[in-house]
T-cell receptor, first 115, second 114 residues
Framework: KAGVTQTPRYLIKTRGQQVTLSCSPI?????VSWYQQTPGQGLQFLFE???????NKGNFPGRFSGRQFSNSRSEMNVSTLELGDSALYLC??????????????FGPGTRLTVT | AQSVTQPDIHITVSEGASLELRCNYS??????LFWYVQSPGQGLQLLLK??????LVQGIKGFEAEFKRSQSSFNLRKPSVHWSDAAEYFC????????????FGQGTTLQVKP
């Protein structure tokens, strides 16, 4: 079974631009979570989608948004990029996202650099 | 609020020596506990998990972890470290009802000396 895939793997953007990152979960997984990883803040939860609905959300500004499609693939969007948005963005998928016997599997991440 | 603390930012051990990475959590009930490993430039790989039952759990790559409710700890151990174990290790907590969200510790970087 193929793992979680994320595209693109690397991205360089300029301040003020917007960016869209994509995540394809493991086949059969319906929950997709997004995390931001930075040296200073570590791994922080952005949001989680299940059945095309945002079910949980972290403490990030509204510039960070996401969506999920009927095939469980997910995208996250960051508008009006700031230098501080430079990070590794990780996507994780799980069967149901409720920890009742399942766990999250992570993709390789998208490295975003904002200049 | 839930939190996870990994007291050791950096640990160096000799190849073949035993390893213990510490993790303490703060949560009102028994959470779901995980250990992940991350190699440079890679995503996170699940080593093991604890949901309930036997407090000593076995994982991949020869790792094990012990849940101690009285100490709010979930320490990761390996009896004999290999050079390929050099990586960053993360302890994480999930809570019932807090769907899709893991709270991670700051990570422990393991260096292995030949």
């Amino acid at each position: 079974k193929a793992g979680v895939t994320q595209t693109p793997r690397y991205l360089i953007k300029t301040r003020g631009q917007q960016v869209t990152l994509s995540c394809s979960p493991i086949s059969g997984h319906r929950s997709v979570s997004w995390y931001q990883q930075t040296p200073g803040q570590g791994l922080q939860f952005l949001f989680e989608y299940f059945s095309e609905t945002q079910r949980n959300k972290g403490n990030f500004p509204g510039r960070f948004s996401g969506r999920q499609f009927s095939n469980s693939r997910s995208e996250m969007n960051v508008s009006t990029l700031e230098l501080g948005d430079s990070a590794l963005y990780l996507c994780a998928s799980s069967l149901e996202g409720t920890y009742s016997g399942d766990e999250q599997y992570f993709g390789p991440g998208t490295r975003l650099t904002v200049t | 609020a839930q939190s996870v603390t990994q007291p050791d930012i950096h640990i160096t051990v000799s190849e073949g020596a035993s390893l213990e990475l510490r993790c303490n959590y703060s949560y009102g009930a028994t959470p779901y506990l995980f250990w992940y490993v991350q190699s440079p430039g890679q995503g996170l790989q699940l080593l093991l998990k604890y949901f309930s039952g036997d407090t000593l759990v076995q994982g991949i790559k020869g790792f094990e972890a012990e849940f101690k409710r009285s100490q709010s700890s979930f320490n990761l151990r390996k009896p004999s470290v290999h050079w390929s174990d050099a990586a960053e290790y993360f302890c994480a907590v999930g809570a019932p009802g807090n769907t899709g969200k893991l709270i991670f510790g700051q990570g422990t970087t393991l260096q292995v000396k030949p």
